[in-house]
């Protein structure tokens, strides 16, 4: 059981280049989320879904999408990468709203 | 949105001493949830409480669901090198929320 997996663990990008952040879990999980965390800050959630083809914004959505085309998967898509956005990039997963959120290791992105 | 005060902001203790931190809120949780984040790692859930008043241990850990529903307690006691990290507080709030709100954390050092 690998619960929530992420790649790629690191990246690298300059500014104005796009790239993929994957998210898949195997636990049959509704609910999926993706948050962003700055150095020494807590999270903040950038988009969720409560099912497959359902997503919505969180607090800081923009120069993000998503998309949730099956209940495992969950990609998070920077169309035009900026300074700003430069941080590491946390999916999850939960049962339901209330329920406890199993996190995935991570992806360090850097943004030059 | 909804904000969390989680305290303190970080704490020095030395091995074997007991450790407690606290989130409050001016608003209804509905769901209470404990996470430890090691360094480079995602946060792991430690502890979830979802009943006013509710009481639950993990091992050494114990966290506490308010009565107020307005707050939550975590104690770790016996502290050991290995309890070093941040541990973040997160909350469902009453209503129709489907989002956590997370605490910015508290940063504990154990000191041998």
């Known amino acids: 059981n690998a619960g929530v997996t992420q790649t790629p663990k690191f990246r690298i990008l300059k500014i104005g280049q796009s790239m993929t952040l994957q998210c898949t879990q195997d636990?049959?999980?509704?609910?999926m989320y993706w948050y962003r965390q700055d150095p020494g800050m807590g999270l903040k959630l950038i988009y969720y879904s409560v099912g497959a083809g359902i997503t919505d914004k969180g607090e800081v959505p923009n120069g993000y999408n998503v998309s949730r085309s099956t209940t495992e998967d969950f990609p998070l898509r920077l169309e035009l990468a900026a300074p700003s956005q430069t941080s590491v990039y946390f999916c999850?997963?939960?049962?339901?709203?209330?329920?406890?959120?199993?996190f995935g290791p991570g992806t360090r992105l850097t943004v030059t | 949105g909804q904000q969390l005060n989680q305290s303190p902001q970080s704490m020095f203790i030395q091995e074997g001493e007991d450790v407690s931190m606290n989130c409050t809120s001016s608003?209804?949780?509905?769901?209470w949830l404990w996470y430890k984040q090691d360094p480079g790692e995602g946060p792991v859930l430690l502890i979830a409480?979802?009943?006013?008043?509710e009481l639950t241990s993990n091992g050494r850990l114990t966290a506490q669901f308010g009565i107020t529903r307005k707050d939550s307690f975590l104690n770790i006691s016996a502290s050991i090198p290995s309890d070093v990290g941040i541990y973040f507080c997160a909350g469902l709030p009453s209503g129709s929320a489907r989002q956590l709100t997370f605490g910015s954390g508290t940063q504990l050092t154990v000191l041998p």
């Open positions: 636990m049959n999980h509704n609910y």
């Open positions: 409480l979802y009943k006013a008043g």
């Open positions: 608003s209804i949780f509905n769901t």
């Open positions: 999850a997963s939960s049962y339901s709203s209330g329920a406890g959120q199993y």
